[in-house]
């Protein structure tokens, strides 16, 4: 069986990677100032020229970069190549109307699926394996990003995508998938429907999964390992920075080690700034030093997680990242899909229907994630026919499906009646265990 993919590089002494890093970055910063406005202008502003970025150390010279600008910038205002050179697009939610569009070069692309190969071969995949892709194919980079990687390192894939459970059931059984790939939810909902429809762990060959997209616990991690049979690794990416394989966990499950030949990590306290020593919880922040077409610098991902540089067992010298625990901002996680709550406000208000009064309230029920949404009506909408109502709901419901991409529940609830906050209003409660 395979260890690596990339032997030389992911058990690199540190002080190669170091000069590696700080060729890779130089370059990136002229790349970037030479092609991006936002880049020149920020960095005049801040006196930075990029001769002055020389080595990892003078990183923190440079200002950061935010979702926002991608959005100020939409769709393409932050690329640093021309069309002709571009490969693909994916998107991610943006925090109202607006997707965030990242896009990629064919050496980009290349690149991505080296680093979600490195996380496969950690999981112990080799070119025997069926890797059985059961995240979303399209626009999210779940399901193109393992499909590279699992091609890239030689394996067999299934591209399942998401949805028809049973449908994924029969093809676990007869492709014989040997790596799961999906939400750690979906694994647990997947160990749910295969126990309804009897069938028993000797009847499926799976013995490895890669669970990502969304924050999981420990205790999650358990459950699925003990109810799949399988060992249970972590995969940690965002569509920004490049999507799945930023970061992965090895043999040892004790933290995901970041590709580092590709992107620097840095972790800050989300208000001051300044970095935050090992085993220390911050905001990460990632500077992509390899990319070509979106070579986002200092990027804050409102992940909160630590670093440590203390030797791995498995050998691998790449710094591993504590499983993000949380964000400094308010987006949530709903079955692997980003959703902001201005985003639902801005359904509700658009609506007309409502008063800017809402509560979203998120569950899980036998391991699938449920949203509900109370809203109050406006005035002079409160009717109480309840035909009228249902209409209004299956209205904001549509609107909600189509800007979210997933369904919520609308409930609607008498004027006055969602707690006023003296402070900032409380728009979200999150009843799931994480
Ligand atoms: O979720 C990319 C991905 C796909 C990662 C499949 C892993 C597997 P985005 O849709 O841009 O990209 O969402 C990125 O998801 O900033 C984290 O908040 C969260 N996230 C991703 N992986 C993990 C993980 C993909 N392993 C956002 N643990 C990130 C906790 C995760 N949170």
Known sequence: MRKYFNEDIETAPRNQLFSLQSYRLSKTVYHAYNNVEVYRRRMDEAGVKPEDIKTVNDLR?????????????????????PPSQLTRIHASSGTTGKQTVVGYTAHDIDVWATCAARALVAAGADENDFVHVSYGYGLFT???????????????????????????ITMLQDFKSTILCCTPSYALYLADALKQNGIGLDKIHLKAGLFGAEPWTPAMRSEIE?????????????????GPGVAFDCECQNGLHVNEDHFIIEIIDPITCEPMPDGVDGEVVFTCITKEALPLIRYRTHDIASITHEKCACGRTFVRMSKPCGRSDDMLIIRGVNVFPSQIESVLLQSGYVEPQYLIIVDRVNNLDTMEIQVEVSDKNFTDQVRGFEEMAAKIQASMQSVLGIAAKITFVEPNTIARSEGKAKHVIDKRKM
């Open 226 to 242: 003990s109810r799949l049979g399988i060992k249970a690794h972590d995969i940690y990416g965002l569509s920004e920075i490049s």
């Open 142 to 168: 779940g399901g193109l990003g393992l499909h590279d990687g699992a091609a890239k390192m030689g394996a067999t894939v299934i591209p399942a995508s998401t949805g028809n459970t049973q449908r994924q």
């Open 61 to 81: 010279r440079l200002p950061f970069t935010y979702k926002q600008d991608l959005r100020d910038n939409y769709p393409y205002g932050m690329f640093a190549v």
